[in-house]
C-alpha cells in the first residue's frame, strides 16, 4: 500500500460551502431570480478572469481593492489578467463590448458569482466570497435608484432578513466634487501628519479614499471633515432630494451617513450600503449606488448606471442567525424494502417519485425493517414507504408519516398523489420559500 501522504487542504480565506447550507444558499439565489426577475432584470453571466486594467481604471489604483487585495497574475503571453474583485466593472465593459447600449433604452442585468479579493480572512470576509448584484445602465433618472432600492428591500424580506439599516449618501459628480476634495485637502493638510501611512498618501493622491480608513485612531479627525453633501452642485442636490422624498413615499426608512463613499473610485451621485447588526465586526450585507462615468472610464460611450452587490455569504450568515431559514430541505419520502421479490417494485416506485418530482432515497440492499427506520430517521425523511412481502400480496404498501407515526395503506400509483397532498399540510421549511402555487 502507498504511504499516506499529508492532506492538502483549501487556499486560505476560500472555504467549502457543504450541504445542508448550499440548500439556503439556494434559496437566496431563488429568491434573487424571482424578485429581480418581478422588476424585469435579466442574467448576465461574465467570465472571472478580466485584463488588469479594466479595474485599475474603474475601481481606481488607489483604492485597497487595486493597490493590494486583486489577484493578479502574468499570462503566459504576458498579459496582466486578475480575478475579478467585483463584477460592476465587467458587466459595463461586457454592455460596451456587445454594443448593447445601440438597442437603445435602458437595461436591467443581474448576476451572481465567486469575487476574489485578498483581504485578512475572518468571519464574513474571505478570499472567494459570492456576490449577487445587479445593474441598471441607460438612465440617470433618481427613481431608477429608488425602484432598485425598492426591489432591494422586497428581496430581503423575501429571505427574511427584517432587521437592518439602509445608509445613504451621495457623492456628488464630476462637476462638484472637485470643489468638495480641495476643501478636503485644505482640512486634511492640518490633521494628515497625525494620520495612518495610507491615509497620508491618500490625502495626496486621492483625498476621497481617506474616508474609507478603517483605522480606529484616524476616526476623530475623520468625523471632522468637510461632508460632501454639502457640496453638491444644484443638480446632484436635486437628485439626492427626489431619491429620498421617494423612499420616504415608499416607506423604506434610511440614514443619511455623509462619510459613505464606498471605496471605490467609479461612484457619482447616490451610493448606499445596508448593515445588518446579526453581523458583527464585519456588518455590510450589500452595497452600492450610482456611476455615471464608468462607461467612459473603460472606454464606452456615455452610459449612466446604478447597481448593487449584495455579499451572499454574510447575507445567509444574517439570514441564519436571525433564525429565518431553518435546515437544509428534508427528504420526501424513504422507500423501505424488504426482501428481494420486493427489490423491483420498490426501484420503480422510486423511479415513479423521483419523476414527479419528489425527494426519495432508497437502499440499494436488502435491509430489516429497524434498520431501515432508522436511516429515515436519520435522513429526516417525511414519509417512509414500506414494501414488504405483505404489501406486495396485497398490492399496497404501507405510507407512515415519520412525524406523527401514523401508517396507511396505499395502492402504489396513489402514492404521489397522497404524498402531494400530504406535504403541502407541512410547512414549507423557510421564509423564503414562497411558492404557493403547489
Ligand atoms: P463591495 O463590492 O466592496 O461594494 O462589497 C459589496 C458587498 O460584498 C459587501 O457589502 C459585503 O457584503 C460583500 N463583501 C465584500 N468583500 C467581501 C469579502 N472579502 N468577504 C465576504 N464578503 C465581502
Not at 471632522?224 to 432630494?241: G, N, S, V, W
Not at 451610493?271 to 452595497?287: M, R
Not at 429497524?370 to 429515515?376: F, L
Request: include cysteine.
Amino acid at each position: 500500500m502507498a504511504e499516506r501522504s499529508e492532506l492538502i487542504r483549501s487556499v486560505k480565506g476560500t472555504r467549502d460551502l457543504l450541504p445542508p447550507e448550499t440548500r439556503l444558499w439556494q434559496r437566496v439565489e431563488d429568491e434573487a431570480r424571482r424578485v429581480f426577475a418581478a422588476y424585469h432584470f435579466q442574467e448576465i453571466r461574465t467570465p472571472v478572469l478580466e485584463q488588469t486594467s479594466l479595474f485599475a481604471r474603474s475601481v481606481g489604483a488607489d483604492t485597497d481593492i487595486v493597490s493590494k487585495e486583486m489577484y493578479t497574475f502574468q499570462d503566459r503571453d504576458n498579459e496582466m489578467l486578475t480575478l475579478r474583485p467585483e463584477a460592476t466593472a465587467s458587466v459595463v465593459r461586457a454592455y460596451i463590448e456587445h454594443s448593447i447600449y445601440n438597442q437603445g433604452g435602458v437595461h436591467k442585468l443581474y448576476y451572481m458569482g465567486p469575487m476574489f479579493r485578498r483581504e485578512r480572512p475572518q468571519k464574513g470576509r474571505y478570499r472567494q466570497f459570492y456576490q449577487i448584484g445587479a445593474e441598471v445602465l441607460g438612465s440617470d433618472h433618481p427613481l431608477i435608484d429608488v425602484e432598485t432600492l425598492e426591489m432591494l428591500v422586497l428581496f430581503l424580506e423575501r429571505v427574511g432578513l427584517r432587521e437592518y439599516n439602509l445608509l445613504l449618501n451621495s457623492v456628488g459628480c464630476t462637476h462638484c466634487r472637485p470643489e468638495y476634495v480641495k476643501a478636503l485637502r485644505r482640512a486634511l493638510e492640518g490633521v494628515k501628519a497625525s494620520m495612518c501611512d495610507d491615509c497620508q498618501r491618500r490625502a495626496e493622491t486621492n483625498p476621497l479614499r481617506v474616508l474609507d480608513c478603517k483605522v480606529e485612531a484616524d476616526q476623530p479627525m475623520i468625523d471632522k471633515l468637510p461632508r460632501i453633501i454639502d457640496y453638491l452642485d444644484p443638480e446632484c442636490k436635486q437628485h439626492f432630494e427626489r431619491v429620498k422624498a421617494e423612499l420616504i413615499q415608499r416607506e423604506i426608512p434610511y440614514q443619511i451617513t455623509p462619510r459613505l463613499v464606498r471605496g471605490l473610485d467609479y461612484y457619482t451621485r447616490t451610493t448606499f450600503e445596508i448593515t445588518s447588526g446579526a453581523l458583527g465586526a464585519q456588518n455590510a450585507v450589500l452595497g452600492g449606488g450610482r456611476y455615471d462615468g464608468l462607461a467612459e472610464m473603460i472606454g464606452g460611450p456615455p452610459t449612466p448606471g446604478f447597481g448593487f452587490a449584495i455579499g451572499q455569504d454574510r447575507l445567509v450568515l444574517a439570514v441564519q442567525q436571525a433564525g429565518e431559514l431553518g435546515t437544509g430541505d428534508a427528504l420526501d419520502a424513504y422507500i423501505a424494502w424488504l426482501g428481494e421479490a420486493a427489490f423491483a417494485p420498490a426501484q420503480k416506485l422510486a423511479r415513479e417519485l423521483r419523476r414527479e418530482g419528489f425527494s426519495i432515497e432508497i437502499s440499494p440492499e436488502p435491509m430489516k425493517l429497524k434498520k431501515s427506520m432508522g436511516i429515515a430517521n436519520k435522513l429526516q425523511a417525511r414519509f417512509a414507504i414500506i414494501i414488504g412481502e405483505g404489501e406486495l400480496k396485497g398490492g399496497r404498501y404501507q405510507v407512515k408519516d415519520m412525524a406523527s407515526g401514523n401508517q396507511q395503506e396505499v395502492g402504489p400509483s396513489q402514492i404521489g398523489a397522497i404524498l402531494r397532498q400530504k406535504l403541502r399540510y407541512l410547512s414549507a421549511p423557510a421564509a423564503v420559500c414562497t411558492d404557493s402555487d403547489e
